[in-house]
């Protein structure tokens, strides 16, 4: 099996386990797991941010950021294919009891233009506007990545309007690998950070939340509430570690796994269409063929990927898709 489905289906590796096995432990809601905090220590320090906190998954960190962020009935700023909005099960909503605005964005990418003219003004009558998320890379956006000079101009609007301004960074190594960015540029533009070691770093479980120290001593204690504190995290911190050092810099091979994949995709048949190919994601539009029936012959053949709308095919290169695989599969591609 050619498991494409997402960058979340990757085993640990030996190296990895091996990092995990020799974790030292304690309890972390007790603040006592020596792998967690230096997980947090060395996150916070990457990102020149001032405190972290690991999480169990990247709803979490997002949705305990929007909780700290807002208050009932305030109003939350992202594009229309947004993670949070999207795929977070209504948690603005259960969670934080805010409203959301959402921006037709260029491949889940917003303008400052856009969100300058989507910021209430003060009128009894409207949501107070508290907060703009932004997502890097974007997932429905085919892994999408900003130019750092537009966040800038959001920045600026939110500093203007005294918004919070968030990113949702599951993906956020993806785009610094591709644009040749650093992390420290990120943090210093930020209000809040969250970043998925699930994803494309391959870690069994977890998440960061980056923010000022008030702001994560908060975020600690939603956490607790959504049930979230852990006790010996650190067989997870160890994980996340070890995928810092090792998992990084390996990104570049899946995204040029995927610009392979996309070059046999370009002359398909069953191809109307490519988003453009920037990271480790594909997403293609069929001709002639309903996304769910051509995911159903990839996965008569051994390819699993997933349909993300009736007629747009997903597919998520990661660490467990070797070299062979991706010959295999653009072979399968051609021959279908
Ligand atoms: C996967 C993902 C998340 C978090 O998902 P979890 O499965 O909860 O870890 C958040 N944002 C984006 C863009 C994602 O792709």
């Known amino acids: 099996m050619i498991d494409l489905r997402s960058d979340t289906v990757t085993r640990p590796t030996p190296g990895m386990l091996q990092a995990m096995m020799a974790a030292k432990t304690g309890d972390d809601v007790f603040g006592e797991d020596p792998t967690v905090n230096e997980l947090e220590t060395r996150c916070a320090a990457l990102f020149d941010m001032e405190a972290a906190l690991f999480c169990c998954s990247g709803t979490q960190t997002n ?17 229309a294919d947004a993670h949070v909005y999207q795929y977070e099960a209504g948690g603005i909503a259960f969670n934080s009891g805010a409203s959301v605005r959402l921006l037709p964005g260029n491949r889940g990418r917003i303008t400052a233009a856009q969100v300058a003219a989507a910021i209430n003004p003060d009128d009894v009558h409207k949501s107070a506007s508290r907060l703009v998320c932004i997502e890097n890379t974007s997932n429905r956006g085919g892994g999408s990545c900003y130019d750092f000079e537009a966040l800038q101009h959001i920045r600026q609007v939110c500093k203007e309007h005294q918004l919070g301004f968030h990113l949702d960074g ?9 644009r040749n960015e650093t992390p420290e540029q ?11 070691f699930s994803k494309g770093l391959g870690c069994p479980v977890g998440s960061v939340l980056l923010g000022s120290k008030a702001f994560i001593a908060r975020a600690r204690r939603y956490r607790k509430v959504l049930g979230g504190g852990m006790r010996q ?4 911190a160890a994980a996340g570690l070890y995928a810092l050092e090792y998992h990084i810099q ?6 040029a796994h995927a610009a392979a994949i996309a070059g046999a995709l370009q002359d398909c048949r069953f191809v109307e269409n490519i988003l453009p190919v920037e990271t480790n994601i594909i997403i293609f539009e069929t001709k002639g063929v309903t996304a769910a029936d051509l995911v159903a012959r990839f996965g008569v053949n051994g390819i699993r990927c997933n349909a993300v709308a009736p007629d747009r095919v997903r597919f998520v290169l990661h660490l467990d898709i070797t070299e ?7 072979d399968k591609i051609r021959s279908l």
């Open 233 to 236: 995290a650190g067989i997870l």
């Open 186 to 196: 990120y943090g210093r533009l930020f209000d809040s950070i969250s970043v998925c």
């Open 324 to 330: 062979t695989m991706v010959q295999q599969l653009i």
């Open 170 to 178: 599951a993906r956020l190594f993806n785009a610094l690998v591709a």
């Open 250 to 255: 390996r990104l570049e091979t899946d995204h």
């Open 63 to 79: 949705q305990i950021a929007i909780k700290c962020h807002t208050q009932p009935g305030d109003e939350v700023i992202c594009d």
